[in-house]
Every structure is written in structure tokens, then in C-alpha cells.
Nanobody
Framework: QVQLVESGGGLVQAGGSLRLSCAAS????????MGWFRQAPGKERESVAR????????YYGDSVKGRFTISRDNAKNTVYLQMNSLKHEDTAVYYC????????????WGQGTQVTVSS
């Protein structure tokens, strides 16, 4: 089992920055990939960014490229999402998730943290 706790969400003005954190605990040695997702009301869940735990390869959704940066601290079992130049459209609940090497899908999810960007 892997437990995830997100933090860092809040209210920010458009053009501002916010840094989200996701701390993992439990069977952290099994982590293959961690990702950030978001979901706004009435919209489908969207992949924001992901990072491979050991190699550090990253992926970003088209809507956040150049503005968001994902990183991780393996020693702290924590993944971060630095969000710059925030737009109103970035308003959503942000979730972190874990994928293990033996599973295709993300199977562990945090409870989410609200990010609200004012116009």
C-alpha cells in the first residue's frame, strides 16, 4: 500500500505561482511513476504531469507545458508541482497518483487539493 497526501493548494491571482507537494508513505520502494492530475467541475480528469521515479523522465500535458514543472525528492518520497503563470483555466482539484512497476494503471491516489486562480 502507498498513501499519498497532497498539500500546497489555495487561492492565487492569475499570473501568480503555487507549489504543490505530494508525500508518499508505505510501500514507497515499489513506486515506478508518480503523476499529477486535475479535474475541474463538469470536465474529465486530465493528466497534468508525470515523472518516472528512478530515471526522472517527465511528461507534461499540452496545456501546462512551459508553465509547470514536476520534480521529485526520492529521499523524501515526495513529488512537487511548481505552477507558474497560472491562469483561471488552471482552477481545479489537483490529485497526485502512484503507478507501480507491476501494474499498468495508477492504483494509489491522494484525496486532492483545491487550486483556485482568480481572474
Amino acid at each position: 500500500q502507498v498513501q499519498l497526501v497532497e498539500s500546497g493548494g489555495g487561492l492565487v491571482q492569475a499570473g501568480g505561482s503555487l507549489r504543490l507537494s505530494c508525500a508518499a508513505s508505505g510501500a514507497t520502494s515499489s513506486i515506478y511513476r508518480m503523476g499529477w492530475f486535475r479535474q475541474a467541475p463538469g470536465k474529465e480528469r486530465e493528466s497534468v504531469a508525470r515523472i518516472d521515479w528512478r530515471g526522472g523522465s517527465t511528461y507534461y500535458g499540452d496545456s501546462v507545458k512551459g508553465r509547470f514543472t514536476i520534480s521529485r525528492d526520492n529521499a523524501k518520497n515526495t513529488v512537487y508541482l511548481q505552477m507558474n503563470s497560472l491562469k483561471h483555466e488552471d482552477t481545479a482539484v489537483y490529485y497526485c497518483a502512484v503507478r507501480r512497476a507491476i501494474k499498468v494503471q495508477y492504483e494509489y491516489w491522494g484525496q486532492g487539493t483545491q487550486v483556485t486562480v482568480s481572474s
